[in-house]
């Protein structure tokens, strides 16, 4: 059984350009997190995004910003690039949401993004 | 929102002798913690995770004790060995949903 995905494994932009970041889960998940790994930071939550929806958000500013596709595919666009967002990015998926929560989560190896 | 704090950041044993890894969470709501194993270059992989109604889950030399009056949690390794090698992630979750808040993570290295 195939693991998340993502791509592009690297991805090298300048400052003011906009990334596209975009990860599959794994078939029967319907959730998506994303999470941005900056040195040091361990691991902050960005977006999760369930059945399409956008569920809860972390304390990123608004170019930060994604969807979920029909087959529960994800992307995360970063608009207006700085060069403090250069991190890994790591994508995971889950089953639906449990009504009192926990569940593990499955990474992808993540996209390493570096803004010059 | 919740806050999850983890000490130490680093952490060197030496092989065979055991490691512990401390976590406070701020929201006395969560009620799920998974700890995460992240090797150098791989993706993270839960290793165990314990819920707010037990006290201690043990599964072979990984252990997880949790004392909720108290807010924290604690990863217990064992008899280290060099494949323990990696940066442990502990994280709560808080209601429905898995968004986890994660700690900053403690590298730990076991030496020959």
């Known amino acids: 059984e195939a693991g998340v995905t993502q791509s592009p494994t690297h991805l090298i932009k300048t400052r003011g350009q906009q990334a596209t970041l975009r990860c599959s889960p794994i078939?029967?998940?319907?959730?998506v997190y994303w999470y941005q790994q900056a040195l040091g930071l361990g691991l902050q939550f960005l977006l999760w995004?369930?059945?399409?929806?956008?569920?809860n958000r972390g304390n990123f500013p608004p170019r930060f910003s994604g969807r979920q596709f029909p087959n529960y595919s994800s992307e995360l666009n970063v608009n207006a690039l700085e060069l403090e967002d250069s991190a890994l990015y790591l994508c995971?998926?889950?089953?639906?949401?449990?009504?009192?929560?926990?569940?593990?989560?499955?990474f992808g190896e993540g996209s390493r993004l570096t803004v010059l | 929102g919740e806050n999850v704090e983890q000490h130490p950041s680093t952490l060197s044993v030496q092989e065979g002798d055991s490691a512990v890894i401390k976590c406070t969470y701020s929201?006395?709501?969560?009620?799920?913690f998974p700890w995460y194993k992240q090797e150098l270059g791989k993706r993270p992989q839960l290793i165990i995770d314990?819920?707010?109604?037990?006290g201690e889950k043990k599964d072979q030399r990984i252990a997880v004790t949790l004392n909720k009056t108290a807010k924290h949690f604690s990863l217990h390794i064992t008899e280290t060995q060099p494949e323990d090698s990696a940066v442990y992630f502990c994280?709560?979750?808080?209601?429905?949903?898995?968004?986890?808040?994660f700690g900053t993570g403690t590298q730990l290295k076991v030496e020959l």
């Open positions: 995971a998926s889950s089953f639906a949401p449990r009504p009192l929560g926990g569940g593990e989560l499955f």
């Open positions: 078939s029967g998940h319907t959730s």
């Open positions: 995004y369930d059945e399409g929806e956008e569920r």
């Open positions: 929201d006395s709501a969560s009620n799920y």
């Open positions: 314990i819920r707010s109604n037990v």
């Open positions: 994280a709560a979750a808080t209601g429905g949903g898995n968004k986890l808040t």
